[in-house]
Structures are given as structure tokens and as C-alpha cells.
């Protein structure tokens, strides 16, 4: 088991510039979150996946933010058009859920992508 | 707004010393977990506890859930320097969707040699 992975770690972009960030879940999980982190402040949620779909979507979301899982396996985010207050490290963190006995609270964090925008 | 506050905020002290971090909320959480995150690093899970007036115990550190599963408190017996780094408390509400974490915002330990 590798643990969640995300890159890159670190991305400096001009303001109105596009971003891409990765990541990959444990292999085992089906859901997975993505978390946004400023200075001084703990991670907020901003969406999470249970395998390909999408299933809620924080206010913080703005329509410049998306994510996608197409096969259920790694994640992207994507930023359109940064501005300097997307600066922050963006984490992604992972999960086994199910209903049945073994329900899972634990979430699993990777490394974080921390973003710059100039 | 955290949903989840801690206390304090930062906490400066010598090896060897005991610590306690506080993480408080009016909600309250089906489960609570800690953190602990170094600068630049995602956090690592230290715990979960899930049962009103939890106890669990991981080698020095001691980590309880309120019996109304609203509070939970980290206890630290004979700090190490390997201890420093950023406590953070997440808990996932009983009333949300079974995703989210809310997270407090995190209490700075540094344990000075």
C-alpha cells in the first residue's frame, strides 16, 4: 500500500492561468475528497466522489472549480482562470465506505499540491 | 466559522512536560478524528473514536470523546521534541451526508529540547 499520492506538490501559475492537480487513492478506496487548506486554517471540504460519481459539492466550489473520477480510480481538479485567493494547499484523502459492518470513517491524506498564484 | 474549535491555538513546551489540546463544538459527531500535520505534509491520522466517552490510548497520547460526542480532548504525558507539529480535530456530523470531514483549525505544538 503506497498511501494516497498527488502532483505535483508544488505548482507557481500567473493569475488567469489554467491548473491541473492529480490524485491517487488508495488502491482499495472508493471515495475520495478533496480538501482545500489556507494559513492558519484547517482543510474544508470542497467535493468528494464514491467511486465515479460525484456526490456533493461545497459552496466553496466556485464554477471555476472542477472534478472528475471518470473510472473511479485517480481524480483531477482543475482550476480555470486562478486568481491570487486559489493560492493554498489543495489535499486530496481517500476511503473505503460501506454501509454494511465495516463502515469507514477514516479518511486517508496525501501530500497536498500547494498552489501559488502570482 | 470552524464548526470545530480548539484550543488554544498554539502551545509551547518543554520535553517532557504534559499537554492537553481541546476541540469543542455545540454538533454533534457520529465520529471524531486527530491529525497531525508537519508544514508542507498532509495530515496523518493518528485516531477515531466513534462511542461517546471513548478512551483510546496510543503510546503517550491520550485521546478522549465526549460522552455527548460533541468534544474531544488529546492528552500528552512526557512530551518528545517529535511530538511538535499541528494537532488538527475532523468530525463528521450526524446530520450531514456521510463524506465530509469538518476540521477545527488546528492547535501548534512545539516541544523545545
Known amino acids: 500500500d503506497t498511501g494516497v499520492s498527488q502532483d505535483p506538490r508544488h505548482k507557481i501559475t500567473k493569475r488567469g492561468q489554467n491548473v491541473t492537480f492529480r490524485c491517487d487513492p488508495i488502491?482499495?478506496?472508493?471515495?475520495l475528497y478533496w480538501y482545500r487548506q489556507t494559513l492558519g486554517q484547517g482543510p474544508e471540504f470542497l467535493t468528494y466522489?464514491?467511486?465515479?460519481?460525484?456526490?456533493?459539492k461545497s459552496r466553496l466550489l466556485s464554477d471555476r472549480f472542477s472534478a472528475e473520477r471518470p473510472k473511479g480510480s485517480f481524480s483531477t481538479l482543475e482550476i480555470q482562470r486562478t486568481e491570487q485567493g486559489d493560492s493554498a494547499m489543495y489535499l486530496c484523502?481517500?476511503?473505503?465506505?460501506?454501509?454494511?459492518?465495516?463502515?469507514?470513517?477514516?479518511?486517508?491524506f496525501g501530500p497536498g499540491t500547494r498552489l501559488t498564484v502570482t | 466559522t470552524q464548526l470545530l474549535e480548539q484550543s488554544p491555538q498554539f502551545l509551547s513546551i518543554q520535553e517532557g512536560e504534559n499537554l492537553t489540546v481541546y476541540c469543542n463544538s455545540s454538533?454533534?459527531?457520529?465520529?471524531l478524528q486527530w491529525y497531525r500535520q508537519e508544514p508542507g505534509e498532509g495530515p496523518v491520522l493518528l485516531v477515531t473514536?466513534?462511542?461517546?466517552?471513548e478512551v483510546k490510548k496510543l503510546k503517550r497520547l491520550t485521546f478522549q470523546f465526549g460522552d455527548a460526542r460533541k468534544d474531544s480532548s488529546l492528552h500528552i504525558t512526557a512530551a518528545q521534541p517529535g511530538d511538535t507539529g499541528l494537532y488538527l480535530c475532523?468530525?463528521?456530523?450526524?446530520?450531514?451526508?456521510?463524506?465530509?470531514?469538518?476540521f477545527g483549525a488546528g492547535t501548534q505544538v512545539v516541544v523545545t529540547p
Open positions: 475532523a468530525g463528521a456530523i450526524t446530520t450531514d451526508s456521510w463524506g465530509k470531514l469538518q
Open positions: 484523502a481517500s476511503s473505503f465506505f460501506s454501509r454494511g459492518p465495516r463502515m469507514d470513517y477514516e479518511q486517508y
Open positions: 466522489f464514491q467511486n465515479e460519481a460525484q456526490l456533493e
Open positions: 473514536v466513534v462511542t461517546g466517552g
Open positions: 454538533s454533534v459527531f457520529s465520529s
Open positions: 488502491s482499495e478506496h472508493n471515495r
